[in-house]
T-cell receptor
Framework: GNSVTQMEGPVTLSEEAFLTINCTYT??????LFWYVQYPGEGLQLLLKATKADDKGSNKGFEATYRKETTSFHLEKGSVQVSDSAVYFC??????????FGKGTKLSVKP | KAGVTQTPRYLIKTRGQQVTLSCSPISGHRSVSWYQQTPGQGLQFLFE???????NKGNFPGRFSGRQFSNSRSEMNVSTLELGDSALYLCASSLALNTEAFFGQGTRLTVV
């Protein structure tokens, strides 16, 4: 069945450090892929998405590229800020339309 | 434009009781999905409604049910509450099926 695996956290970085959060998926076909972010006490916000192989999603300095050969969708940001501290979820849209999420990776950025 | 509104934000219930959670989608959105978020299981899909019909259902017991009204507002109900039902319940609205999902802030349910 469909599943998403993302790196366990927590991840602690200093401000302006480079961020990578790994995400791999198992799915039939080529599902749409997403990164969502959850700030404390909030719901989920869509950060970026990619709908087909080799697509690059980007938003607010974050990027992720849909790699079908490695079934991956790693999240990257060149220079993180304290305000990026949150939990990040990788997700795919299953064949029935629902979102299937990874376990989440908590990011803490220290000044 | 108003976002997805979930009420109430917090609930405390006793084992064996039932609870109803409400979700008002973004104006014009016709699809509403519900997810349960727990520390152990993460985010799990409960069900999706579109045009008042349940289109998809996750792997939850029959104690979990939902419905959607003609104005697209949705409710989910959990009967005979168990301690393990304590979770953050998130509602997401979409313009249509398989389109971008916008999430509400969630309802934090605590079962004691």
């Amino acid at each position: 069945g469909n599943s998403v695996t993302q790196m366990e956290g927590p991840v602690t970085l200093s401000e302006e450090a480079f961020l990578t959060i790994n995400c791999t998926y198992t799915a039939t076909g080529y599902p749409s892929l997403f990164w969502y972010v959850q700030y404390p006490g909030e719901g989920l916000q869509l950060l970026l998405k990619a709908t087909k192989a080799d697509d690059k999603g980007s938003n607010k300095g974050f990027e992720a590229t849909y790699r079908k050969e490695t079934t991956s969708f790693h999240l990257e940001k060149g220079s993180v800020q304290v305000s990026d501290s949150a939990v990040y979820f990788c997700a795919l849209r299953g064949s029935q339309g629902n979102l299937i999420f990874g376990k989440g990776t908590k990011l803490s950025v220290k000044p | 434009k108003a976002g997805v509104t979930q009420t109430p934000r917090y609930l405390i219930k006793t084992r064996g009781q039932q609870v109803t959670l409400s979700c008002s989608p973004i104006s014009g959105h016709r699809s509403v999905s519900w997810y349960q978020q727990t520390p152990g299981q993460g985010l799990q899909f409960l069900f999706e409604y579109f045009s008042e019909t349940q289109r998809n259902k996750g792997n939850f017991p029959g104690r979990f049910s939902g419905r959607q009204f003609s104005n697209s507002r949705s409710e989910m109900n959990v009967s005979t509450l168990e301690l393990g039902d304590s979770a953050l319940y998130l509602c997401a609205s979409s313009l249509a099926l398989n389109t971008e999902a916008f999430f509400g802030q969630g309802t934090r349910l605590t079962v004691v």
